[in-house]
């Protein structure tokens, strides 16, 4: 049974799409059965790996005119479900549904035992669609800048996540805090994760594990590839690797001994 995790920040330009791409690609590459979702209209998930006005997409699995299954691509050793520029109109569609938050929930049902992590890539903003992620997630993962204003963004997130944990999704948990496009040596770096760690509601939720600045990063997607494909030996590809180990260390479900 699949564990289906939420990566998510209201503010652009975080490393989301980059941490859900690569994350994705590392929790594969540990012989894991991966599928992505790209929940973002602005298709950057779908974009990096090189697919364009795909014929099924996510807006068609949330309106019920096709499967999970049907909808996803099999991309090296994962799959993924594309996004389209249209989503928003999907979004639109849905939004009177009775129980509309729960869509994603309904339809990740049918494949959640033929997966071992899914992973949603978060539109950057509190909509339906990150509703409805939340409420079928398992955790949450909020890549994070050590820049003015995150814990602006971050404090909203906490209090949505709260509510939705509270009203829709008892089981709803933060897995951690990454810092992506991180310098740990500056002063300013250092003030932030001093400010996280004082955080009581972000007791032991900063990872250990965080994503240094590397052009590889920048460019993989351009050629439709994962870090991992285009640069294996970058510091963004072993950055990606510690911390999926460190994810499954902490979350990961336990081999069964024979």
Known sequence: MATIISIINYKGGTGKTTTALNFGAALAKKRKKVLLLDFDSQCNLTLSKGIRNPEKHIGNVLVRKASVEES????????????????????????????????????????????????????????????????????????????????????SILNATEKVKMRMNPNLELAGILMAKFTPRTKFSKAVISNILADER????????YIRQDISLMESPAFGQTVFEYAPRSRGARDYRNFANEFLKKYGKKEKKN
């Open 202 to 209: 972000l007791k032991n939720k900063l990872f250990d594990s």
């Open 72 to 155: 996803m691509l099999k991309l090296d050793n994962f799959h993924l479900v594309p996004s389209t520029h249209n989503l928003l109109d999907y979004e639109f569609n849905i939004s009177n549904e009775p129980g509309r938050e729960f869509i994603a929930k309904e339809v990740l049902a049918e494949v959640k035992d033929k997966f071992d992590y899914i992973v949603i890539d978060c539109p950057p903003s509190l909509g339906l669609l990150s509703i409805n992620s939340l409420v079928a997630a398992d955790y949450f993962i909020v890549p994070m800048q050590a820049e003015n204003f995150a814990f602006i963004g971050l404090d």
